[in-house]
Antibody
Framework: QVQLQESGPGLVKPSGTLSLTCAVSGGSISSSNWWSWVRQPPGKGLEWIGE???????NYNPSLKSRVTISVDKSKNQFSLKLSSVTAADTAVYYCAKGPVNDYMEYYYGMDVWGQGTTVTVSS | DIQMTQSPSTLSASVGDRVTITCRAS??????LAWYQQKPGKAPKLLIYKASSLESGVPSRFSGSGSGTEFTLTISSLQPDDFATYYCQQYNSFPRTFGQGTKVEIK
């Protein structure tokens, strides 16, 4: 059973860069999954940030695209999120999740495994 | 972006009630829709994928239906563990978007 665990600083200064890592255990990051980041501001709903395949292919939310980079490190079996020029509006719980693809390489199942989430506060 | 609109935003119900939540897409998403359950302080949990397929391990009282632009999540007999917030999500096109959520409260 694949498990995901987010890690990174809980406090980031305004205009700085938010950096988070998601460690994958119980499976390989080179398996047939899209690896995603989703965030949830306090008391609000879910926002999809973007995703990466082990090949390095990425898809980003256009609303964040200019500030987001998602990368994969196969040697460490993990993937990462960097969000630059942060403001208080980026304060949220950040989740990593995986979305399996089927035999036809279709994103078929939604996001079936999630990390527990990590709270990031943007404040000076 | 495809907008996902859930109704109602809040629902008060009793144990044993049949509960239905609706999710409407601003354009057709075929059947590329998932439903998630989220409890306070916890990560979302996948319930339904491809609009009507039950995720492994999810109780059979949960069911999903619909295609195109209108979808429903039904809980046939509400249990104490089901009081939570429910989100729909489309994965037909980018960006993948969520509904605003439906909170199911105890009546």
């Amino acid at each position: 059973q694949v498990q995901l665990q987010e890690s990174g600083p809980g406090l980031v200064k305004p205009s700085g860069t938010l950096s988070l890592t998601c460690a994958v255990s119980g499976g390989s990051i080179s398996s047939s999954n899209w690896w995603s980041w989703v965030r949830q501001p306090p008391g609000k709903g879910l926002e999809w940030i973007g995703e990466i395949y082990h090949s390095g292919s990425t898809n980003y939310n256009p609303s964040l695209k200019s500030r987001v980079t998602i990368s994969v490190d196969k040697s460490k079996n993990q993937f990462s999120l960097k969000l630059s020029s942060v403001t208080a509006a980026d304060t949220a719980v950040y989740y990593c999740a995986k979305g399996p693809v089927n035999d036809y390489m279709e994103y078929y199942y939604g996001m079936d495994v999630w990390g527990q989430g990590t709270t990031v506060t943007v404040s000076s | 972006d495809i907008q996902m609109t859930q109704s109602p935003s809040t629902l008060s119900a009793s144990v044993g009630d049949r509960v239905t939540i609706t999710c409407r897409a601003s354009q057709s998403i075929s059947s590329w829709l998932a439903w998630y359950q989220q409890k306070p302080g916890k990560a979302p949990k996948l319930l339904i994928y491809k609009a009507s397929s039950l995720e492994s391990g999810v109780p059979s009282r949960f069911s999903g239906s619909g295609s195109g632009t209108e979808f429903t999540l039904t809980i046939s007999s509400l249990q104490p563990d089901d009081f939570a917030t429910y989100y729909c999500q489309q994965y037909n096109s980018f960006p993948r978007t969520f509904g605003q959520g439906t909170k199911v409260e105890i009546k």
